[in-house]
């Protein structure tokens, strides 16, 4: 199979702010390794949830991995990796319980990042998600 590239986009048309121009997707899946683009507080239409509420943001950006992973071919139980970005140490706990709540009993690698902001000054969290779809037996 090759590379699969899905919910294809240009940062002009999320960032029109800003002087982008990138040709990017949502989703890769190459054979049974998927990749997400980070998610955050912004629904798959583009509209923002949870403004000053890191654990909206948090499950907001929960909901939309689980409906890419789907699009994709594979589920919530294949994440194997995941990086949480937040833009400072007290929104740890709510986005951590947050994301807790989605992958329990799936027990992936995880790093967690403090960062000094992201893309858009409302968004607080951001999580980077990595699957793999287990072989067909």
């Known amino acids: 199979m090759a590379h699969q590239r899905l919910r294809k986009y240009n940062t002009k048309d999320i960032y ?3 002087k982008l121009d990138n040709d990017l997707c949502m989703t890769v899946r190459a054979g049974n390794r ?3 683009r980070g998610q955050t ?3 798959l239409n583009g509209n923002f949830h ?3 509420d890191a654990a ?3 499950d907001m950006a929960m909901r939309c991995v689980k409906t ?3 699009e994709a071919g594979a589920e919530i139980g294949h994440i194997v990796k995941t990086t949480i970005y937040i833009t400072d140490r007290k929104y740890r706990d709510e986005v951590y319980q947050t994301i807790g709540k989605w992958l329990k009993g799936v027990y992936p690698c995880s790093t967690g ?3 000094s902001g992201l893309a858009k000054p409302e968004m607080v969290m951001e999580i ?3 699957a793999v779809v287990p072989d067909e037996e």
């Open 16 to 18: 029109p702010d800003q």
């Open 34 to 36: 998927i990749w997400l």
């Open 41 to 43: 507080g912004f629904d």
């Open 50 to 52: 949870g403004e000053g």
């Open 56 to 58: 909206a943001q948090a």
């Open 68 to 70: 890419l992973l789907e």
């Open 113 to 115: 990042l403090i960062v």
């Open 128 to 130: 980077d998600v990595e």
